[in-house]
């Protein structure tokens, strides 16, 4: 195992080259095989301590070879993929020299410190990863399985004013993390933040910030594309429906009326249709008045001309 996985690595490291060289050839597919290749070992590496040291020692030797500037995919791919290997494979702290390496070339050392402030900006900036949007989403994914593994758990009761909060960055990571631990189907649920967000507009405001933005929410799902008459007739329907459900059964009924919100859809109904009849009847009332003055000013007429002959 530890000479294929000296491999992968090699094969990981021509790719970044092909990469900031020769981006036309580089292929996307081919590098997630070879990264997803590397990490599939890291675990089994806790209980094989020489391979592991060993396997530390080629990623010290590869990193060193070229800046971790030298391109955001490599600052990407080095890393995310080192701090995984050192919170999977390193159980005693023999194997965590490449870590230590890459560590020390951060302006923050805490991982999911960095992962969030640094890291993630620059992924979520337009253009980023040469506009690559496969890789964008990998690395959006992979840096969100790290800070739910590893730094701390997700809040599923967040409010949608402590998310207005956070920055813009943050907002999306946040979205990110939530899809990865709580499911890819949530803003389905009324009870859960994306829900809320969705129907208060804030996504679609949040998809002006950048492309990369826009491609996520969209991705997603998360933005209402809907006309404003398609967004009404579906409110007036959805409200039409829980007004005839209010008298379907009398006990119900007379239940909501206590409650504050039905309640006052039912008496600002009420209030609405009488003063609809208001209006209506005088109107009504007029026009058939009208309507029996022309009828006789017509009769009074033609009798008038009858007895005229």
Not at 50 to 70: G, H, T, Y
Not at 279 to 300: G, T
């Amino acid at each position: 195992m530890s000479e294929s996985i000296k491999i992968y690595i090699q094969d990981l490291f021509r790719y970044l080259e092909i990469y900031e060289t020769n981006y036309a050839a580089f292929e996307t597919e081919a590098f997630f095989q070879t990264y997803n290749g590397i990490f599939a070992v890291f675990q089994a590496l806790r209980q094989q301590r020489d391979k592991a040291v060993d396997v530390d020692r080629v990623f010290l030797e590869k990193i060193k070879q070229s800046p971790l500037s030298s391109s955001d995919l490599r600052q990407f791919t080095i890393q995310v993929m080192i701090t995984f290997f050192e919170s999977e494979a390193d159980t005693d702290g023999t194997s965590n020299q490449a870590y230590l390496y890459c560590r020390d070339l951060r302006p923050v050392k805490r991982d999911a410190a960095f992962f969030e402030e640094h890291l993630v900006p620059i992924l979520l900036r337009e253009g980023s990863l040469n506009n690559n949007l496969k890789l964008n989403d990998f690395f959006l994914k992979e840096i969100s399985r790290y800070i739910n593994k590893f730094a701390r758990a997700t809040k599923a009761d967040i409010s949608p004013e402590q998310f207005d909060a956070l920055p813009g960055h943050h907002k999306l990571l946040e979205l990110s993390r939530r899809r990865l631990d709580l499911g890819d189907q949530l803003v389905k649920d009324r009870n859960s933040l994306e829900f809320q967000l969705q129907r208060i507009g804030v996504f679609n405001k949040l998809s002006e910030k950048n492309k990369t933005f826009d491609h996520y929410l969209r991705e997603w799902h998360y933005l209402i594309t809907t006309s404003f008459w398609a967004r009404l007739k579906s409110s007036l329907s959805e409200l039409w429906g829980k007004f005839k459900g209010l008298f379907k059964s009398f006990n119900y009924f007379r239940l909501s009326l206590v409650q504050r919100k039905p309640a006052y859809l039912f008496y600002g109904l009420i209030i609405i249709i009488f003063i609809l009849l208001a209006i209506y009847v005088p109107m009504k009332w007029n026009s058939y008045s009208l309507e029996k003055y022309q009828h006789f000013e017509k009769q009074a007429a033609e009798t008038q001309q009858a007895i005229s002959k």
